[in-house]
């Protein structure tokens, strides 16, 4: 979070991606440092999806992605 608030503030646009079971704890941290990131969310777990699966992650989550560092 810190390095996305980092970007973000030398004017580079950033996204935090993460699997959903995170999203609570980002939240939470987001709360306590007084930040607002934007973020992506995949489907968890990551580690023991094949090639494939992980490609239709990635196709899913791009036009949220493109969305989140394109918006002003």
Known sequence: MHDIDD???????????????????????????GLAIARVLTPHPIQDRTDSEMQVIADEAIEKLVSALTQS
């Open 7 to 33: 970007l973000e503030r030398r004017g580079i646009p950033s996204v935090m991606v993460a699997s959903e079971p995170f999203d609570e704890g980002a939240k939470a941290q987001e709360r306590a440092l």
